[in-house]
């Protein structure tokens, strides 16, 4: 007994030929021909769009000009922060909150993909000769880049997401060239470093928040820069982690 | 035993403690259940500690990091923020146990709706207590992932689909609604709502009308007003059913909670945007409660019905233009009577499916004899969402109904009236059929006695919503002055 | 330099809310689950671009000093905005790898990449 789900009007956002497709019965997604939205309510939707446009336009350009913005704030802190660097200090310090949930919303991505199903490996073809060397020469010198832009995240550019990212593109490479991790790292191993960002971060900063006069996550200043370069540490594994095995797409 | 007052100690747990039971569970998978269940009651512990902080001391404000406000990330406990969160413990504890025995035979599924559930329940509750705009895109984020995550739990295609298109809503809603953030950043450079509440008069109009249309459509779209309710039915009526529950108890109020409160305390008052609320309310009443009528499976007539209820949260809007707040106060009693009755009503259901193997109310073989205290939890859930007395959904009928005679709107009164009818249809409707004899004699599996006690707690706490009225009205009074918009110094800044 | 620095932020503003509704369009239009994904993406970074652009109109400092009256030294862009972005980029990964774990799902389950009307019994 088909449930009546009913969409809403036109304005459908999810977009699939209602009329057209309403009561015919099914190949395979891919080889049926498809017809989308009729002319007219393309054309509608353009005009609807556009006007779209016009008014976010002109919300821009009546934006206040000096800008009003937390540069002179943040630069005004920027010594009591433990980095050098503004936007790591706002990220690591002084919005470190965001940063911990940020980290939490990758965490719940990956155990979500795991909830999903199991990882149905990386091979689309087999990788040709290029491909399988390349680790070899590329590996090494990300893992090198990776540290460098963790270092560097503290008074240049560059910083625990960054670093994480081209350790998950390791992961990648690895996986795509057909040299997935063994078995026994894709279990507890991969779980532990994903968790690693998260946990070090939220003892921490419950950590501080229990010192005498401390509050949470509030980094006291002699030790700003140490407890910054460690929670960076501990996310960018997890990060790489994490991003690779969302690339691997389900659970071990 | 001596209850710390410092706000800082229980707002901490509230956000750490289920935080923490999501990473141990999803560390140790095989002791998910107990380790999870623990977490649950600690964590509703810790809200009740923080309710009873905030009716002692008022409002808690902790600055995190230490900086203040525009430089840092504000937390604040007050009255409202409490309620939701007293409401989503409670609905959470009942859940977490019937949860422990609906799962007890999937192990996959058990494994992983613990983590997925205790982080959800963190990002409510972080939701609930941030200040900054910002912030509450990542929250916002927060729970659409989790709560996707648990829709997708059921595993058949049904399930499968009704994730992604909630997913991808929910992207599209948070998108719509961080556009607002920045063009209210850019004009305004603050993102903590107190100060941009205080700046946004002098900022430009055209930036300001953008900011609050693409904030509320982004919200709009969560809450699944008419029209944009469209995702709501496949993806509730296709959950497992404690999830269900969850989704339609919990994950709804949490985007309806950020659209009242940003309207009192930043973007409101606009009269035809509140006029055009009422009207999209009204018509969700009407048209969810016809539809729900419709329908012949159970948990997809329930998720309809949540479209229904969803409307008269938003003719609260027009109605609170006359100044008084009794409109909001009957909006809120709504929502949280709505959360513990939508909850039983799902978690019922979740037991007569286990029973019958289907959910086609229609063709189950006589319930009620042998699972009475189901049946009684769904009732007295349907008394709740008619709006008899002297359940929690009557105060909040009555107070809107109130408010809507005493300032002539007859229009949105027959409203809520109709819609008290259609829901007596439609609870009745399955009531009815569940004292008849389905067409198959069938044997009827077993229903763990804590998933029928857990529903029926959850019904019987929401008609002692109605009678605890006196209690509660301190805790649920709105208003442009009681909204909390204090100083924009925050307490405990070393900053 | 303060009009050539505001011309520039308004121009990238204003590529970001073509890429926002180009986005839009692909969105309601497109049937197929991964296009959907695909003009999501889009719409994101969109936004992105749109959050950082303006916040290149940073305050300016002016240089005081006994020598030159008209020195004026643009203040860097504004740090918080760039984190905001920094955040949003990574929870939009998030979201992407969790959309196509779904979608990858439901194609082994159900053998179709698009939201049907017909709810599946």
């Known amino acids: 007994m088909p449930a009546t789900t009913e969409m809403g009007s036109g304005r459908d956002r999810r977009g699939a030929s209602r009329r057209e497709s309403g009561g015919q019965a099914r190949g395979p997604a891919s080889a049926r021909p498809r017809r989308e939205l009729p002319l007219a309510a393309r054309v509608l939707l353009g005009l609807l769009l556009l006007a779209l446009f016009c008014a976010l336009a002109l919300a821009v350009l009546s934006l206040p000009s000096p800008a009003p913005g937390l540069s002179a704030a943040v630069a005004a802190r920027l010594d009591e922060s433990g980095v050098s660097h503004p936007v790591t200090a706002v990220l690591l310090n002084f919005r470190a909150y965001d940063t911990l949930l940020e980290l939490t919303v990758l965490l719940l991505a990956l155990i979500g993909t795991w909830s999903v199903g199991t990882a149905h490996g990386c091979a689309g073809s087999p990788p040709g000769p290029l491909l399988r060397q390349l680790p070899r020469l590329l590996v090494p010198l990300m893992v090198l880049v990776a540290g460098y832009l963790l270092w560097a995240g503290a008074h240049a550019p560059g910083g625990a997401f960054q670093a994480g990212s081209l350790l998950g593109g390791i992961g990648i490479l690895l996986c795509l060239s057909g040299r997935p991790l063994p078995r026994w790292a894709q279990g507890w191993p991969v779980r532990l470093l994903a968790l690693a960002g998260v946990t070090v971060f939220a003892a921490l900063g419950a950590g501080a928040g229990a010192l005498p006069g401390g509050a949470l996550l509030a980094w006291p200043p002699g030790w700003a820069k140490a407890l910054i370069l460690a929670v960076e540490l501990a996310a960018m594994l997890s990060i790489g982690a994490i991003l690779a095995a969302l690339f691997a797409g389900g659970r071990p | ?495 | 330099m303060m009009d050539l620095l505001w011309t520039q932020a308004v121009f990238w503003a204003l590529v970001g809310i073509a890429l926002l509704v180009i986005g839009l369009y692909a969105l309601i239009v497109h049937a197929h689950l991964l296009r959907k994904v695909l003009a999501l993406n889009i719409m994101s970074s969109g936004v992105f671009v749109l959050f950082i652009a303006l916040a290149r109109r940073a305050p300016r400092e002016a240089a005081g000093g006994a020598d030159a009256p008209a020195q004026v030294v643009p203040a860097p862009p504004d740090p918080v905005p760039q984190a905001m972005v920094l955040t949003g980029i990574v929870v939009a990964v998030a979201a992407t790898g969790l959309l196509l774990a779904l979608i990858v799902r439901l194609r082994s389950v159900a053998g179709r990449t698009t939201l049907d009307n017909r709810a599946d019994d």
């Open chain 2, 1 to 495: 035993m001596r209850w710390d007052p410092g706000g800082l100690d229980w707002t901490l747990a509230v956000v750490f403690l289920p935080l923490a039971g999501a990473l141990l569970c999803f560390l140790v998978p095989r002791r998910a259940a107990p380790v999870g269940l623990g977490a649950a009651v600690l964590t509703a512990a810790a809200t009740f500690g923080l309710t009873l902080a905030v009716l002692a001391d008022g409002v808690q404000r902790t600055a995190l990091g230490g900086w203040a406000a525009p430089l840092g990330i504000l937390w604040r406990a007050d009255e409202l923020s409490v309620a939701l969160m007293a409401m989503t413990a409670t609905v959470g504890v009942a859940v977490s146990f019937y949860a422990g025995a609906y799962f007890r035979d999937e192990h996959t599924e058990r494994a992983f709706f613990w983590p997925l559930w205790l982080l959800l329940w963190m990002a409510l509750n972080a939701l609930f207590l941030s200040a900054d705009l910002f912030n509450l895109y990542v929250t916002l984020e927060l729970v659409g992932f989790a709560a996707a995550s648990l829709t997708a739990l059921g595993g058949n295609a049904a399930a499968l689909a009704g994730a992604v298109r909630y997913l991808m809503v929910s992207v599209l809603g948070s998108l719509s609604y961080l556009l607002g953030v920045a063009l209210v950043y850019h004009a305004c450079g603050t993102v903590d709502i107190t100060l941009a509440a205080t700046r946004m008069g002098d900022a430009p109009g055209a930036a300001m009308h953008a900011a609050t249309g693409a904030i509320i459509a982004g919200l709009l779209l969560k809450t699944a007003l008419f029209p944009l309710h469209f995702w709501l039915p496949p993806a509730h009526g296709s959950a497992p059913a404690p999830v269900s529950a969850l989704l339609s108890a919990l994950v709804i109020k949490a985007s309806f909670y950020l659209l009242l409160r940003l309207w009192l305390d930043m973007l409101g008052g606009g009269r035809w945007l509140a006029e055009l609320l009422g009207v999209l309310g009204a018509a969700a009443v009407i048209w969810g409660s016809l539809l729900a009528l419709r329908q012949t499976r159970l948990k997809l007539l329930i998720a309809y019905s949540t479209v229904a209820q969803v409307g008269y949260l938003f003719i609260a809007f027009p109605l609170s233009l006359a100044g008084n707040g009794a409109a909001w106060t009957g909006a809120l009693y709504l929502a949280l009577a709505h959360g513990l009755a939508k909850a039983a009503m799902f978690l019922s259901a979740g037991s007569l499916i286990r029973f019958g193997g289907h959910d086609r109310f229609a063709e189950l073989d006589r319930p009620v004899p042998r699972l009475p205290l189901t049946l009684t939890a769904f009732t007295l859930a349907g008394v709740s969402i008619m709006g008899l007395p002297p359940s929690g959904g009557f105060i909040g009928k009555w107070l809107l109904l109130e408010s809507a005679f005493r300032q002539g709107r007859y229009g949105l009164a027959a409203v809520v009236l109709l819609g008290g009818v259609l829901a007596a249809a439609y609870v009745f409707k399955v009531v009815g059929h569940a004292f008849t004899p389905g067409p198959r004699e069938h044997r009827g599996l077993r229903v763990p006695a804590v998933m029928e006690w857990s529903a029926l707690l959850l019904a019987v706490g929401a008609i002692l919503l109605g009678l605890g009225l006196p209690l509660l009205r301190p805790l649920l009074q709105v208003g442009p002055e009681s909204s909390g918009a204090g100083s924009a110094a925050a307490v405990g800044a070393w900053g």
